[in-house]
């Protein structure tokens, strides 16, 4: 049964860039697609984007500019990084597993929150 | 797609029955999933596929609808069951989630 684990610095400047990491352990890596979610303080959830199976990224429209998720599948890890962060970006970050020809994330990581603060 | 979720917080009583409600702006395309989300935790996967059981969550959850109105129902309530729940969509390459339910000991 895969579990994720992920990691990542967790304080920010203004303007810095955000980057995460997450392994996959205990499956297959190469089959699913791979996601990151967002969570801002007491808010809901916020799909970030995904990296495919094939290695073909789609982001949301609202981060696109400044988004890109890439893969090592040698390590069964998968990454986040986001530009030009500022104080709305401070949210808790989840990585999350999505199977091909699915529409939901399962398992999910356990979080990564991240602050943004000068 | 825009999803509203209804109510936003339902009070209620351990063994009682929870029926929350979420509402899609426009018909879902792709499928829907149920998400349940405890302080200081990750989402769970409850339901997908509308009605589907994910693996390991018990037969007191069920969910049915279609288009855009879709149903999570808790048959009755266990301690554990008090949390935030969450409905999420597909539509084209865009994933959404609604605003949530709180659903707390009355």
């Known amino acids: 049964q895969v579990q994720l684990h992920q990691w990542g610095a967790g304080l920010l400047k203004p303007s810095e860039t955000l980057s995460l990491t997450c392994v996959a352990k205990g499956g297959s890596f190469s089959g699913h697609h791979w996601t990151w979610i967002r969570q801002a303080p007491g808010k809901g959830l916020e799909w970030i984007g995904d990296?495919?199976?094939?290695?073909?990224?789609v982001y949301n429209p609202s981060l696109k500019s400044r988004v890109t998720i890439s893969k090592d599948t040698s390590k069964s890890q998968f990454s986040l990084k986001l530009n030009s962060m500022t104080a709305a970006d401070t949210a808790v970050y989840y990585c999350a597993r999505r199977q091909v020809r699915t529409d939901w994330f399962d398992p999910w990581g356990q979080g990564t929150p991240v602050t943004v603060s000068s | 797609i825009v999803l509203t979720q209804s109510p936003a917080t339902l009070s209620l009583s351990p063994g009682e029955r929870a029926t929350l409600s979420c509402r899609a702006s426009?018909?879902?395309?792709?499928?829907l999933a149920w998400y349940q989300q405890k302080p200081g935790q990750a989402p769970r996967l409850l339901i997908y596929d509308s009605s589907s059981r994910a693996t390991g969550i018990p037969a007191r959850f069920s969910g049915s609808g279609s288009g855009t109105d879709f149903t999570l129902t808790i048959s009755s309530l266990e301690p554990e069951d008090f949390a935030v729940y969450y409905c999420q969509q597909r539509t084209d390459w865009l994933f959404t989630f609604g605003p949530g339910t709180t659903v707390d000991i009355k």
């Open positions: 426009q018909s879902v395309s792709g499928s």
């Open positions: 990296i495919t199976f094939s290695g073909s990224t």
